[in-house]
């Protein structure tokens, strides 16, 4: 063959070339191009990550699998297709090696049904923040949550979760605050939460919760707030809470709690609001609580109190005090009228006696006053229309 025609033909080959790779479209999978083009220009450091999101992808895809969705554009864009940082509720940052992780699963009332047995926790280890409140998730709380030692909020509240609380809970050594109430949670509080001594919010109210208070809980002494009203939890009031200085709201009502109240609660000077409605608790409000100088609101109705209403109240600046269906005996102290940020005031269904003081005139920011059912003598005092 001459140069000539070697030269046609190889000319020819070339078009031929040229004009298939124009217009044949050879299908490649979405995936496997998205893989290639990420691999292409990914740095080699970052291979690490690029693995991580990848196992994280993996289980959260999986989980959603698990789910009843009501809505079902919730989590409509958690595709395999998509960039799982780009999902909704869901939050990635930078990771060591430069790529991104996953550290946060915001989900609230995103009418999700279903458990978290089905969600690998040990895929998400720089979790910080798992946030599912108002869902309609069920279950219990698997123990390999305790794997997100990362993790620094916790809410789970309006569920209808169950079971027992993990004993893995206290592995959560950053946990700030845990969020569990209103789900239907049972048995007893695990001793070892008192080794999470970073939390600063706890609440496990509205839960079906019993035994007793675990001493263990001396040690949270940055809690600001600890909610544990309506649950069956029985047993004294702890000394060891003299320790939770910081406390500012402490809510044990709707409980089966008994004996008297501690002198040390006292202590608690940054206390805002102290409920303890409706459990068996009996003795007498003690002195020690004219130290609350923060209190804004002190519930102590339905239990089994006796005695006087402390005159040492007078030192307080509350605006909300309920001690009715006690058996109080007394009094009511002239000096009340010096609490004159009162709103409300209930010292009904007692066995107070005496004169209703001239002093309560003085309360002119009241909007309740409840004295029914007492054992009051006399008239009513005239500068009871000051109210």
């Not at 998509?82 to 430069?98: A, K, S, V, Y």
């Not at 609660?265 to 409920?275: A, D, I, P, R, V």
Request: hydrophobic share 40%; net charge neutral.
């Amino acid at each position: 063959m001459d140069p000539f025609q070697l030269s046609s033909k190889l000319s020819v080959a070339v078009f031929l070339l040229v004009f298939i790779d124009s217009f044949l479209v050879i299908p490649v999978p979405t995936v496997a191009r998205r893989a290639f083009s990420f691999a292409a220009v990914a740095p080699a450091s970052c291979s690490s990550n690029v693995l991580s999101l990848g196992s994280e992808t993996r289980a959260l895809l999986h989980w959603k699998t698990t789910l009843q969705i009501g809505n079902l554009s919730t989590l409509s864009s958690w595709t395999p297709y998509t960039n799982p940082c780009m999902w909704f509720g869901i939050t990635c940052e930078g990771g060591r090696g430069g790529g991104s992780t996953v550290t946060e699963i915001n989900l609230p009332r995103a009418v999700l049904a279903g458990n978290l047995d089905s969600l690998d926790f040990s895929s998400l280890l720089s979790l910080t923040c798992h946030h599912l409140r108002h869902n309609y998730l069920n279950g219990h709380i698997p123990p390999s949550i305790g794997s997100l030692t990362n993790l620094t909020s916790l809410d789970l509240a309006y569920n209808r979760m169950m079971g027992n609380l993990p004993h893995s809970l206290a592995n959560l050594s950053q946990i700030l605050e845990i969020d569990l109430s209103s789900n239907e949670f049972e048995g007893t509080i695990p001793l070892e939460l008192g080794n999470v001594c970073n939390i600063i919010h706890l609440r496990v109210h509205t839960n079906q919760l019993t035994g007793s208070i675990p001493s263990s809980w001396g040690n949270l002494t940055k809690l600001r707030s600890l909610y544990l009203h309506k649950n069956s939890l029985s047993g004294t009031i702890l000394e060891e809470i003299n320790n939770l200085v910081d406390l500012t709201c402490l809510t044990f009502s709707y409980n089966l709690l008994t004996a008297s109240l501690p002198l040390i609660l006292g202590n608690l000077t940054k206390l805002s609001f102290l409920f303890l409605r409706q459990n068996q608790l009996s003795g007498s409000i003690p002195h020690e609580i004219e130290k609350l100088v923060n209190l804004i609101n002190l519930e102590m109705t339905s239990n089994f109190l006796i005695g006087p209403i402390p005159s040492s109240l007078r030192n307080l600046t509350m605006q909300t005090l309920y001690l009715f269906n006690n058996s109080l005996t007394g009094t009511i102290p002239s000096k009340i009228g010096k609490l004159v940020k009162f709103i409300d005031l209930g010292i009904n269904k007692n066995f107070l006696t005496g004169s209703i003081p001239s002093s309560l005139g003085n309360l002119t920011n009241l909007q309740t006053l409840y004295l029914f059912n007492n054992s009051h003598s006399g008239t009513i005092p005239s500068e009871i229309g000051n109210l």
